[in-house]
């Protein structure tokens, strides 16, 4: 923890600089998030209600909604509901009072409510999937690219794995690590001090040499390998 004004001050600028690039992202894939759901609603309505019913349900509603303010009026307003080929003139108790136009209010408000859901299913299924690409893009972003040179891995397995897919992997193992194809027949060097492991390694060789009934010349000069080996 550090309170010293300059430390304060930079996080500060830092903390404030991402968060304004976060609500910037946030705000644009909402716009389009937003409008897209609503263009895509708009589709599955059009696609499920003809334009015939979908006007006579819009003025059954309105009519509705307005039917308070409209009734003390003096001149009541006429409404044109259009029945296929015909154009028939109705008042406001008549549009709330015909089966037609209650049907076409009715179908409306279920159709409205099949597309609003499917609508904010598929914002839900894009926002998800959007999140996801931009995370993935912004993780590859922050990885090291390594341009050259070698790459120290930690895992044994992971290097055998890469060398069985390359077809550069003996079938001489050192536990998890096989040997580079064909290396035991050239020179190997074996560098290190008093128990590290040096016999350990070539006993480990020489049995799968042995196993596998290979032919071995060892110059063995303090007989470590005779006894075990040697038949």
Request: glycine share 6%; aromatic share 10%; hydrophobic share 40%.
């Amino acid at each position: 923890m550090s309170l010293n004004p300059r430390d304060l001050t930079q996080g500060g600028q830092v903390a404030f600089m991402r968060l304004k690039m976060f609500l910037q992202i946030n705000n644009l894939i909402s716009y389009y998030v937003i409008m897209g759901t609503v263009l895509f609603g708009i589709a599955v309505l059009l696609m499920r209600m003809s334009i015939q019913n979908l006007t006579n349900g819009i003025i059954y509603w309105f009519v509705r909604v307005m039917s308070p303010f409209t009734e003390k009026m003096v001149s009541q307003p006429v409404y044109t509901i259009r029945y296929y080929e015909h154009n028939l003139q109705y008042s406001a108790r008549q549009v709330l009072s015909d089966s037609y136009t209650m049907y076409c209010g009715q179908l409306l408000k279920q159709e409205l409510v099949i597309a609003g859901c499917a609508a904010l299913l598929i914002a839900f299924l894009a926002t998800l999937a959007v999140y996801w690409y931009l995370g993935r893009a912004g993780r590859k972003q922050s990885e090291d690219e390594i341009i050259g040179g070698r790459v120290l891995c930690e895992s044994p397995k992971e290097v055998a794995r890469m060398m069985k897919k390359r077809g550069e992997a003996s079938d001489i193992r050192i536990d998890d690590l096989p040997l580079k194809l064909d290396s035991e027949i050239q020179n190997m060097a074996m560098h290190g001090t008093v128990s590290t492991g040096k016999s350990t390694l070539m006993r480990k060789i020489l049995k799968q040499l042995r196993d596998r009934g290979d032919l071995v010349i060892i110059y063995d000069k303090g007989c470590t390998f005779v006894e075990d080996f040697y038949d």
